[in-house]
């Protein structure tokens, strides 16, 4: 799984030598900490060799990217700044601040930072995406589409530069060319919903409603998951006098995305017009909810209320129309009406006067053009693919995580994860929460390492790390201090060197972590939790080995052959799952994590014999399911892959419901 950002980086070198700061190596671990995302790590990594020697040009720019990660763009735009200085001849760091500057709203600082990394590097296609998406900030749609027209050039059927270009176009408001390049697209392209969609919105655009809806049928029978089409398809099955089909589309727009206020605004009108009243302004009162200042729902509450007869509820939104918009005549009439069922007479009469002299004004042509500003009518959503800034290079591939900022209420399937396996369990003193799964993994083997009392604290087996804090990274220095003591003193215990290797693993040192799992293998030749921690660590150095043999753009074709070039490493991993397993047959998790690795390799067949293993073991270890259920989709075996997702979600990896709800579509 690619996680690294999207720069070349340098080869892992070798830590600490005898007190004295290799910077080599302390640079080594702190870009594998960017790397597996512990981002506070890293910095106070790069720290201690800018301190050192601050004349060095890469720790600044790794500091960089981390800082952008953490979104911190100001203190990342300085580290760039540091980097140009020491170095003005490399591209990354051009276009790192580039990236940063966008960020800041700095866009034609951006601009030239893209064009100055492109003078480096001209063709390539990251550093002119992100100068399109500064050409297109500044509105200078022609750059951008000369920039498009470049890669188009060395790769013509390219669907995502042609959905660029017609983007661009749509932008620039040439609704032909641009309809033809979606005409172009969907010809090559058939199964793409978002090529169907975006045709769907030019139709739109030309008044062709028929095409349009004709268009967005498909794209919706494609699987597109897209609010906005279903917005547009229901104003468009309105237009045809189908309200039933208009009502769905709408409902289906807010089940994906509950926060669209068009859906919730266009519903209600629907739903107004149909007599269902007191739904429409339910409607319109989430949308309020979420977003007070939508004076066109506020306008349109007023009208309903007067019509339900809530006289008080009306008058509060006629007034705060009439607040925003002093010079909206139909708001006093409208106020003037409610005041006058209020028995209000004086008030209702200054209303209609106002009203009255607005109207006088507007045809004496000394009214703004307010009137428009407050339209009740459907509002056509603009294709969300079209809106999806290009700014997210520098992030790696989103991973599925039991996060407690996920919800799991509602139907949770309807809500669009990345699927991507679970991955591999290892040794950690600390958890993410799980939303639905509380408690502890249990295993024999880790309970009576706790029992030991050697560890500081109870150490489990996570599939999903945290990120440590600043007080938790020194927290694990002071302990790996205190590890080095003992050991001193008792020189042969195998427990302290695994306990230490822990804490190394931890702050992401992954040679120190290894070198003390040997320790602890060759003292106690017979610890299966040795040789599973050194496999872990193992398969993690080679995940960032086969990060960094990926282009900068990370294009399969360009990646090196895993089983070829990564065959010893595979092999030395392997070799300790092995020696786990046949010391602990019983240790699932030893199981699933080798069956990660064989998948890994593409040899299927042996990896979901191995997660049937642990299942076998474990009947209820809801992460085997789940990968195995991939696994066998992968291969073809729908029926049983379907299956195996189910159980995961009978399991509690709620995850597992959104790719069956996919699958089923």
């Not at 998951?225 to 309200?243: D, E, M, P, S, T």
């Not at 289906?252 to 739903?271: G, K, V, Y």
């Not at 302990?479 to 190394?504: C, M, P």
Request: with cysteine; charged share 25%; proline share 2%.
């Amino acid at each position: 799984m690619r996680r690294y950002l999207l720069i070349v980086l340098f080869c892992i070198q070798a830590l600490f030598a005898m007190g004295q700061l290799n910077t080599d190596r302390v640079l080594a671990i702190g870009r594998n900490a960017l790397y597996f995302e512990d981002y506070v790590l890293s910095i106070q990594y790069f720290n201690q060799i800018i301190k050192v020697k601050p004349y060095l040009v890469e720790p600044y720019f790794y500091r960089a990217i981390a800082k952008i990660q953490l979104e911190d763009y100001a203190g990342a735009e300085d580290d760039c700044n540091e980097v140009i200085v020491r170095n003005p001849f490399m591209p990354q760091a051009f276009y790192a601040r580039g990236f940063v500057r966008m960020r800041l709203g700095k866009v034609e600082a951006a601009k030239e930072d893209f064009s100055k990394a492109l003078e480096f590097s001209p063709e390539n296609a990251t550093y002119i995406l992100n100068r399109v998406e500064a050409y297109l900030r500044s509105e200078k749609y022609d750059e951008a589409l000369a920039d498009v027209d470049v890669l188009l050039r060395k790769n013509k059927n390219a669907t995502d530069l042609m959905y660029e270009r017609g983007r661009i176009l749509l932008l620039k408001k040439d609704t032909t060319q641009a309809l033809q390049v979606f005409d172009d697209l969907v010809v090559n392209d058939s199964l793409n919903a978002d090529a169907w969609g975006a045709r769907a919105l030019v139709k739109l655009q030309l008044n062709d409603n028929g095409g349009a809806l004709t268009d967005y049928n498909k794209a919706i029978r494609l699987g597109a998951r897209n609010a906005g089409y279903h917005i547009n398809r229901g104003i468009l099955n309105y237009q045809v006098k189908n309200y039933r089909g208009a009502l769905a589309d709408y409902d289906q727009a807010i089940a994906l995305d509950p926060t669209n206020e068009m859906a919730l605004f266009n519903r209600s009108l629907l739903r107004a017009e149909v007599g269902d009243l007191n739904n429409a302004v339910a409607d319109l009162t989430a949308l309020l909810n979420r977003n007070p200042d939508y004076p066109n729902a506020v306008y349109q509450r007023a009208l309903l209320f007067t019509e339900l007869y809530d006289w008080k509820a009306a008058e509060i939104d006629f007034s705060t129309i009439i607040a925003k918009y002093p010079t909206f005549a139909p708001a006093y009439y409208g106020r003037s009406r409610v005041y006058e069922k209020m028995g209000k007479k004086r008030a209702a009469f200054d209303d209609y006067d106002q009203a009255e002299k607005l109207l006088a004004a507007a045809k004496n042509k000394q009214l703004d053009n307010v009137q428009k500003q407050l339209v009740i009518k459907p509002t056509v959503a603009q294709d969300e693919s079209f809106v999806k800034a290009k700014s997210r290079l520098f992030n790696g591939t989103s991973v599925a995580t039991n996060s407690t900022t996920e919800s799991i209420r509602g139907s949770i399937q309807n809500e669009d994860r990345t699927v991507v396996n679970e991955k591999n369990f290892v040794l950690s003193y600390y958890q993410k929460e799980d939303l639905v799964r509380k408690g502890e993994r249990y295993s024999p083997l880790v309970a009576a390492l706790n029992d030991t009392r050697l560890l500081p604290a109870k150490v489990k087996l996570v599939s999903h790390e945290m990120p440590l804090t600043s007080q938790l990274i020194n927290y694990h220095f002071k302990s790996i201090d205190e590890f080095s003591k003992r050991l001193e003193v008792y020189k042969t215990n195998a427990d302290l060197y695994l306990a230490r290797g822990i804490d190394y693993a931890l702050v992401q040192d992954f040679s120190s972590a290894i070198a003390d799992f040997t320790r602890a293998i060759y003292y106690q030749s017979e610890n299966p939790l040795a040789y599973f921690s050194r496999a872990n660590i193992r398969f993690k150095e080679l995940e960032f080995k086969v990060s960094e043999s990926s282009s900068v753009d990370g294009t399969l074709e360009q990646r090196k052959d895993l089983e070829k070039t990564y065959a010893h490493d595979f092999e030395m991993i392997m070799r300790d799952y092995d020696m786990a397993i046949d010391l602990a047959p019983d240790f699932a998790f030893a199981w699933f994590n080798r069956a990660n690795v064989l998948s890994v390799q593409k040899d299927f067949k042996a990896a979901i014999q191995n997660y049937s293993k642990a299942i076998a073991i474990d009947d209820e270890f809801a992460e085997a399911y789940f990968n195995r259920g991939l696994t066998y989709i992968f291969i073809g075996d729908s029926e049983k892959g379907m299956a195996d997702l189910s159980k995961a979600g009978e399991l509690g990896m709620y995850q597992a419901y959104n790719y069956l709800k996919r699958m089923r579509d």
